[in-house]
């Protein structure tokens, strides 16, 4: 099931509308929502998966601006297909 495509996808749009959620409330003033608070904790926690991501990706040749990106926004859930040959790092 964790070889699929699709299976990460799913996971990606429930954590994107979660960081929807989040800047909803964010916007409206609210930023004290604890939706606010978790999104701010995933995305730091994000910015420290970095450097994991590209020891794990070493060797198939990761165009670096795409690692950076798809790790802050998505983190292992975007690394570790990737790294399974998944989903592609060029």
């Known amino acids: 099931m964790t070889n ?5 996808i ?3 749009v429930g954590l994107t509308a979660f960081y929807a959620w989040a800047a909803m409330h964010f916007l409206q003033g609210d930023s ?8 701010a904790i995933i ?3 994000h ?6 991501a590209f020891v794990m990706l070493k060797g198939r040749n990761a165009q670096p601006l795409r690692v950076i990106a798809c ?7 975007w690394w570790v297909p990737a ?8």
Request: net charge positive; hydrophobic share 60%.
């Open 4 to 8: 699929t495509k699709g299976f990460w």
């Open 10 to 12: 799913v996971q990606m």
């Open 32 to 39: 004290g929502h604890r939706s606010v608070l978790v999104a």
């Open 43 to 45: 995305l730091g926690l």
């Open 47 to 52: 910015v420290l998966e970095v450097p994991l």
């Open 71 to 77: 790790t802050l926004l998505f983190g292992l859930i």
């Open 83 to 90: 790294k399974r040959g998944i989903f592609a790092v060029n």
